[in-house]
């Protein structure tokens, strides 16, 4: 009796685990299905993890509730429309002189190829007429960047649920008491998810605009087109983690190499592995040190995974994405270890401390 029960006790677990996975799996079905609907939600909500801040600022200068919301609100809705403004105006001419830009990109391959032949290397064919092509990677660009005008596009939807999140915020804990006490367990996690968020926002974005400060700064020297588009779109890859800098960079060099040849197209590759250099490898690890608590293979794993998702908007937002799911495992007794398995390697943590 013992030990058909004790079978039956695992057979009741691994069909949790089995309907726990259909669930997982429905779900991601769902979000990708409503892409559409969930992508200007998840921008509000980021929109209003970064206006937090400043609203908790002005209510503890004692400016009326109603009226920091409305100023908070005013200057999120200004910023936005600029970046709107500007990053649309700037796609539009891109993609109108992609044809222009790919012919000239086109002509500098057929140059380089030319010059290897010379010295005696042979390029294969499928080099320079397949995935390889440069045209092709300078229409993927356009593509990609024409993707994330269209998620910006839908200013009033992502504005008015920016409203509607903040004005439900200064309550939210409020509701959360009453429902689950003082001191529940669901009102800790919730309060961690709130503050891991922002302190990760907080900073990322502060570190973003330093990125994009300065790639700015440097395209503008050297007189590359668009240097307002890039530095933004070298401001919003800054949140994808590992590889966002590097896909960020590409378009720029390209077009440099369109405009002015490899020499300056080199300059500006050299210029953008500095500036990433410096800020990611030495301020960033600085300024944010172990606050991630997630592992590499998670943080690629998870843009891998969102941005299959949720596209271009998913790639952005995998890392607090993946943080909420982190907190809210941790949570269980059950799903801890999974926690564990998405947190760092608890040696190397366990090291530092001691060195410490």
Partial sequence: MAEEGKRQGDFGAALRWLLGMAAVVIVVAGLRAAQPLVVPFLIAAFLAVICGPPLQWLQDKRVPTVLALLMVIAGASLIFLFVVGVVGASINDFVHNLGKYQEQLGAQQAQLVGWLHDLGLNVPEHVTAGDFNAKRLMGFFASLLSSLGGVLSNTFLVLLTLVFILLEASGFRGKLIAICGDSSPGLENATRIRQSIRHYVSIKTGISLATALAVFVWLKILGIDYPMLWSLLAFFFNFVPNIGSIIASVPPVLLALVQFGPGRALVAGMGFLVIHGLIGNVLEPRIMGKGLGLSTLVVFTSLVFWGWVLGPVGMLLSVPLTMIGKI???????????????????????????EV
């Fill in 328 to 354: 809210v495992l941790e949570a269980s007794a059950e799903t801890r270890w999974l926690a564990i398995l998405l947190g760092p390697d608890e040696l190397s943590s366990t090291n530092q401390k001691g």
